[in-house]
């Protein structure tokens, strides 16, 4: 198996043909850097990350394995794998620094380099008279298997709150479209349809307890998984020239009681059979 100067394992091939052979080739570009990497911190124990998809470049016009997920660093050590372009990281501590850097990988295990570091400070705790839930354990936070058309949103709060939550970054508790269908304790989740293969998702929740709403969104983003592609037929060969694919022969039903017509195979003519009785004509002589 190929590896590239970083280590990196090629799991994924791309066809090429040399004297009407082919040849398999492991795809070995990495993706882009991940490009307009932001840190903003929303609350005193929030900070919100975002950035721009990475590309999978094409090499000599072939299919590449694509863009399958990111790793983001914090502190240089790294935090967790996303496959979405946005990550809220929770459970932090108050008026404190944190720098994070992000990397793209494809589907052979290329890694791109790491982005510009992007650090932000979390905010003052706030005042026991204005003390918003905390929101955390966004879910899902993966690829969702290929074909899925349903899920469900969770997130926890560390204290009794009512959630609610949209599509659109940066909107109030009071302008979110949406509640959550359980709310109201510290568990909250809601349904989520139509959802489509190869489709990323981004919600931005906002959660009230006692009059007093986050400040910031809290970000639950996930994918769908695209199919896997088929196989590709064979190439043939030979004078013969020969094509790609496989042929299956037909198969005549098992079931059922049916019997098929006997087909005589005889070849000889059937005679009539002749009754009464026959008296030859006398010939005339000359």
Not at 41 to 55: D, G, V
Not at 151 to 158: M, Y
Not at 173 to 192: C, D, E, K, R, V
Not at 250 to 265: L, N, W
Request: charged share 5%; net charge neutral.
């Amino acid at each position: 198996m190929a590896r590239d100067l970083a280590g990196n394992r090629a799991t994924s091939t791309i066809a090429l043909t040399i004297n009407n052979v082919a040849v398999s080739t492991p795809d070995i570009t990495p993706p882009s850097i991940p490009a307009n990497f932001s840190a903003t911190a929303i609350s005193a124990s929030q900070i919100n990350l975002s950035w721009s998809p990475s590309t999978d470049p094409a090499v000599a016009g072939a299919v590449t394995s694509g863009v399958t997920s990111y790793r983001i660093y914090r502190g240089g050590a790294l935090l967790i794998t996303v496959t979405g372009t946005a990550y809220s990281n929770t459970g932090l501590s108050p008026s404190t620094l944190y720098a994070y850097t992000v990397s793209a990988f494809d589907g052979a295990g290329n890694s791109s380099p790491e982005s510009p570091s992007a650090s932000a400070t979390t905010q003052t705790p706030p005042s026991l008279t204005n003390n918003p839930p905390a929101p955390s354990n966004g879910s899902p936070s993966s690829a969702l298997a290929a074909g899925t058309t349903q899920t469900a949103i969770s997130l926890i709060t560390d204290q009794p709150a009512t959630c609610k939550y949209g599509t659109t970054a940066n909107l109030t508790y009071n302008l979110q479209p949406s509640i959550f269908t359980t709310t109201g304790g510290t568990t909250h989740s809601t349904a989520i349809a139509n959802l489509a293969n190869g489709s990323t998702y981004v919600y931005y929740v906002r959660c009230d307890s006692a009059g007093s709403a986050t400040t910031g969104d809290y970000i639950i983003s996930f994918s769908v998984s695209a199919p896997a592609l088929p196989l590709s037929g064979g190439g043939g060969g030979g004078s013969s020239g020969g094509g790609g694919g496989t042929l299956t022969p037909a198969v005549p039903p098992t079931s059922g009681t049916s019997t098929p017509p006997v087909i005589s195979t005889s070849t000889s003519p059937t005679v009539p059979s002749l009754t009464g009785s026959f008296t030859p004509k006398p010939r005339k002589l000359y």
